[in-house]
């Protein structure tokens, strides 16, 4: 399937949907959520389009953003928000857009002039911009969120008090001029020497600083280094550490940055706020939201990460996995040691000493073997600490239907299964043999839907996949059938991993195949309250496939639900399919059907007989005849086997023409091993 996620339409009744109560921060969904502030909202009026995308109060930001500015912020909910100290203590990089002759009170284009100054020319605002790099001594704007002797500086400030506010060492790593301009709005051209004289009224500047910099205050100075005064015009933040604007919800919304859009905006914004005084007499009305902010919504829940080592390396994290014997000690909040751990050795490097000013230096973010974040810990020496523990969501256990239960619903004879799906169910259907990466973008469009549903109206949608307990094509041409990538246990535990509620399994058979594309969506309908399909471009089924993309769009639209057409997803110029992957596994390119599949290839041997031989060393032995799947040509191979108490390791799997030969541990010789994860080929 080519996979490209379409945007989904809201119903009309959700655009009148009364906006919904948020839940207490105990339901809080747990992410990072990038999102891109506009200007003239101040950070918190910000959050709330993430509050009620996510339905939750518990929220929090890694640094605001005066109402002036725009750009990033870095939002954590749930038990994420916990990570607000670390992600704080990040380098930020923004565009300012500085306008010199005067200086206002708070520094930015809302405050009143206090002081006024003759221009700055091109050279010497260009000199002193060159020094204001490295580490300096900045004295931070009156109007700020600084605590001086309990106070709030700007809260002592607006009742026309002073304050002493002392300076602070900050670090400027770059700063670069983008743009000049003049008072009447031409460009000054750089790198001219004839238009060095020139006086700037404009500059737009890149700077790229550490934690705690004021960018009005660097303003304010630079505009004094070169004998003018100055203010900032306009703000925009493009990254917080490893994060960047681009990834942001919303940064479709925000226009180009620049002189000329600064200063628009301003003049937009002013005419607002006026309007708005206007209006502050008259009563005000329930606020509804429009079309914008309910795309806006849906990107943040689409846009929202969990917590994954890749994520968290992006936290300035080094994560590191809880050996599973020693979950107990950890979730019960025993003393923590080394060898809990399989890497807290790398904090050991010379460079990872308590003599660290930074605050993720020494901690490591905790993941279990099965890829459960758990919280957070810090490693000095030999000493091992708890900062922070994440247990892990009790959730109900994923259900599975026989195709022969929903007939039975159907029927009426089960009210159970009908009772299941009272609040309607969002699904996909398909073989889903080796859920691969197009497939996912589907599973992802049914989770992403559910979400903003509830999201909007506090109604939970059963998520849900369709599937086969073996390939249709298995069954209608046995002779043409090469063997299963996966087995119906491993899409399953793909499905609960995902987050699904259930599955429906369908043996295939003749009787099934006679059934219309028509009537198996209508039981569907009926049984599962069906409100949302998701299928690719490529989808068929019923009675000689008299059903597709276009007749199941057609029948959406008759019976009320939406439906959601999901292009495919190519890898090297060649659609992902599930024959890809099996050509791949076949010829022995496993480290290409891995990218196919987004995990390695693993065989399940659950329910097959084996041998352990111990002669010299302790080899468990399968039939290849045995083994349904597809498996890779004669060879060594590195692979991870899993045992049934869930155990791992790193072994050598040989394959031959018709045994697989497996070296585990001595110590699992009396376990039952469950899977097998190809890695390399060794030769």
């Known amino acids: 399937m080519r996979l490209l996620l379409m945007q989904i339409r809201p119903q009309k009744d959700l655009l009148k949907t009364k906006p919904a109560v948020l839940k207490n921060a105990a339901s809080a969904p747990s992410g990072i959520i990038l999102f891109a502030k506009q200007p003239g909202k101040t950070s918190f009026s910000s959050l709330f389009t993430v509050k009620h995308a996510l339905d939750t109060t518990k929220v929090g930001h890694t640094g605001t953003l005066d109402s002036f500015a725009q750009g990033l912020m870095v939002v954590l909910s749930g038990s994420m928000t916990r990570l607000v100290p670390y992600i704080t203590a990040f ?17 930015d284009p809302t405050g009143s002039v206090i002081k006024t100054a003759p221009l700055p020319d091109a050279a010497s605002l260009t000199n002193a911009i060159s020094k204001f790099r490295g580490e300096l001594d900045q004295k931070p704007p009156l109007y700020s969120a600084i605590h001086v002797d309990g106070k709030r500086a700007s809260d002592v400030a607006v009742k026309g008090g002073t304050v002493d506010i002392p300076s602070r060492k900050i670090t400027v790593c770059s700063s670069d001029i983008l743009e000049f301009r003049s008072e009447n709005g031409e460009v000054i051209p750089l790198a ?81 706020e006026l309007a708005d005084t206007e209006k502050e007499a008259r009563p005000k009305a329930v606020r509804t939201p429009d079309d914008t902010e309910l795309t806006l919504r ?88 708890y900062q922070y523990v994440v247990h892990r969501a009790k959730t109900a256990a994923m ?29 996909t259907i398909g073989g889903f043999d080796g859920p691969h990466a197009g497939h996912m973008k589907l599973f992802d469009a049914v989770i ?77 309908k009926d049984c599962c309250s069906m409100q949302f399909a998701a299928a690719g471009v490529d989808f068929r089924c019923g009675h000689k496939l008299d059903t597709g993309v276009a007749e199941l769009s057609a029948f959406a639209r008759q019976n009320g639900f939406q439906f959601q057409v999901v292009d495919d997803v190519t890898y090297n110029g060649k659609r992902i399919s599930s024959s890809l992957i099996r050509t791949c596994v076949q010829t022995g390119k496993m480290k290409e059907a891995e990218m196919l599949l987004g995990r390695p290839y693993t065989v399940d041997v659950r329910n097959i007989a084996c041998e352990i031989r111990n002669e010299l060393h302790c080899l468990l032995q399968i039939a290849n005849g045995d083994v349904r799947q597809i498996l890779p040509p004669v060879g060594v191979y590195t692979v991870k086997a899993t045992s049934a108490g869930a155990r791992t390791c790193n072994t050598v799997l040989h394959v031959d023409s018709s045994l697989l030969r497996l070296e585990i541990p001595p110590e699992w010789s009396d376990s039952g091993i469950e899977k097998i994860e190809f890695t390399t080929l060794v030769s």
């Open 91 to 107: 380098d930020k990089t923004y565009e300012a857009v500085i306008e010199f002759g005067s200086e206002t009170d708070t520094l």
């Open 192 to 272: 001219e020497t004839a238009y060095v004289h020139l006086p700037v009224k404009y500059a737009h500047v890149r700077f790229h600083v550490s934690k705690g910099t004021y960018i009005r205050s660097l303003a304010r100075d630079i505009a004094d280094a070169c004998g003018s005064a100055g203010h900032l015009a306009g703000l925009l933040r493009t990254s917080v550490g490893s994060f960047s604007l681009a990834d942001a919800a919303g940064a479709g919304l925000l226009r180009p940055f620049s002189i000329e859009s600064v200063l628009e905006e301003n003049a937009e914004l002013a005419h607002k």
């Open 298 to 385: 849906r990107e943040v829940v689409s846009k929202m990460k969990g917590m994954s080592r890749n994520v968290a390396r992006e936290c300035g994290l080094t994560p590191v996995t809880l050996k599973k014997k020693y979950e107990d000690v950890y979730f019960n909040g025993r003393p923590l040691r080394h060898g809990m751990f399989d890497s807290v050795e790398c904090f050991r490097h010379p460079d990872k000493q308590e003599t660290s000013e930074k605050a993720t230096d020494n901690c490591a973010a905790v993941f279990t073997e099965d890829g459960h974040f758990s919280g957070v810990i810090s490693v000095h020496g030999n000493r091992v600490s």
């Open 399 to 427: 259900k599975v239907f026989s195709w022969e239960e929903i007939l039975d619903a159907y029927k009426d004879n089960n009210n159970s299964i009908r009772s299941y799906f009272k609040d309607g169910s969002a699904l």
């Open 448 to 524: 992403e839907h559910a979400a903003y549903v509830e999201a909007e109206t506090g109604r939970r949608l059963k998520k849900g996949v369709v599937t086969f307990r073996q390939p249709p094509h298995s069954v209608c041409t046995p002779e043409n059938f090469q063997g299963d990538v996966s087995t119906l246990a491993l899409k399953t535990d793909l499905f609960a991993l995902k987050g699904f509620d259930f599955v429906i399994v369908i043996d295939f058979s003749s009787d099934f195949s006679r059934m219309k594309g028509n009537d198996f969506l209508s039981i569907l």
